[in-house]
C-alpha cells in the first residue's frame, strides 16, 4: 500500500499463465447483396508474467535490537520496506528495458515523450488534450483513464487561478477533469502522464516476506557476487557470520512483474511545469 503501483488499479492476472491481449481494432464492413465481405486483421499479443522478485537486507548488532525503544526490529524492517517500495515505483514510472529474468520494464519503455505547450492554465488545457487526442485514436474506454504525476506538479494545477481569480481546477489534488489523479514522490520530474490501468497486467502477488536471522552468513555488499545457480562463490572478506559477530540479519523479500497489455496504455509529457514556480 506503500506504492503508487499498488494503488492503482491495474489488472491482475495468475503468474505463469499465457495470456492473449489485443493491440489494435477489428473493422466491420457494410455489405451488397450477395457482395463478398471485406476481410478485418487484429493485433493480438501474448504475455505470460513471470513472478520477479525485489528484495532488500539489513543487519544490525543484537545490542541494539535488545536495548532499543522503540524495537529497532521494527524500525529496520519498515525502512526495508519502504526501500523496496521506492524500487517498486521507481522503476515502473520508468523508461528502462527489461532485464530477462530480473526486472520488468518501465511503463514508458518505448513510450514517444511529449513536451509541455507552457505553464499556464490554457497551455495545460491544450496539454490535456493532446494525451487524451492519443487514446482516442486507439480507441480506448475514455472513463478508465487516469492522471499520474508528481505531488509538487500536482499541488502547482490546484494553485492555478483563472482571470477571475477562482481556482482554474477546483477538484484537484483528487480528480482533474473528472479522471483520478495518483501522486507518487518516485514519479519523474516533470512526468504528467494518463494512463489506462485496466491495459496493465500485474501479477497478483502474496505482500511482502519478512525473515530473520541470527545465524545466516551475509555477504554485506550493494553488489554481491554470489549465486547459487552458475554456483559463483561469494567474496570471502566481505562475509559476516552473525552468530559470530552478535548480529542479526533482516530481509524482505517481494514477488512482483508487470507488463503493458496494450502498447499505447500510457501516454506523457516530460516536462511539465504548470502554475508560475518560485525558487526559495
Known amino acids: ?33 450477395s457482395k463478398a465481405i471485406g476481410a478485418t486483421t487484429s493485433d493480438f499479443s501474448t504475455v505470460s508474467l513471470t513472478p520477479l522478485k525485489v528484495g532488500a537486507i539489513a543487519v544490525v548488532s543484537n545490542e541494539l535490537l535488545r536495548d532499543s525503544s522503540p524495537s529497532a526490529e521494527m524500525l529496520v524492517r519498515d525502512s526495508l520496506v519502504e526501500a523496496s517500495a521506492q524500487k517498486i515505483d521507481t522503476t515502473f514510472f520508468s523508461t ?9 520494464a518501465g511503463i514508458l ?8 505547450g507552457g505553464a499556464t492554465e490554457a497551455e495545460l488545457i491544450g496539454d490535456m488534450i493532446g494525451l487524451m487526442r ?7 474506454p475514455l472513463n478508465n483513464l487516469v492522471w499520474v504525476t508528481t505531488p509538487l506538479i500536482a499541488m502547482q494545477i490546484e494553485l492555478m487561478r483563472n482571470a477571475l481569480g477562482q481556482n482554474a481546477f477546483p477538484t484537484m489534488p483528487q480528480t482533474l477533469q473528472g479522471k483520478t489523479v495518483y501522486t507518487g514522490h518516485n514519479v519523474g520530474t516533470g512526468d504528467f502522464m494518463l494512463m489506462s490501468p485496466g491495459d496493465i497486467w500485474k501479477i497478483g502477488d502474496g505482500g511482502v516476506q519478512v525473515s530473520i536471522s541470527r545465524e545466516a552468513m551475509i555477504e554485506q ?4 557476487t554470489g549465486a547459487t545457480d552458475t554456483p559463483v ?5 566481505k562475509f559476516t ?27 506523457y509529457i516530460g516536462n511539465a511545469s504548470y502554475g508560475d514556480i518560485n525558487s526559495v
Open 1 to 33: 500500500s506503500q506504492t503508487v503501483f499498488d494503488r492503482l488499479p491495474l489488472r491482475s492476472v495468475p503468474a505463469n499463465v499465457a495470456i492473449k491481449g489485443q493491440d489494435g481494432a477489428s473493422s466491420a464492413y457494410w455489405v451488397g447483396e
Open 96 to 104: 528502462t528495458a527489461a532485464s530477462s529474468g530480473v526486472s520488468p
Open 109 to 116: 519503455n518505448g513510450v514517444t515523450v511529449g513536451a509541455t
Open 134 to 140: 492519443n487514446f482516442i485514436t486507439a480507441k480506448y
Open 221 to 224: 555488499s550493494d553488489a554481491p
Open 233 to 237: 562463490s561469494a567474496s570471502a572478506t
Open 241 to 267: 557470520s552473525m552468530f559470530q559477530e552478535e548480529s542479526t540479519a533482516i530481509k524482505v523479500v517481494r514477488s512482483i512483474n508487470w507488463q503493458k497489455r496494450r502498447t499505447g496504455a500510457v501516454q
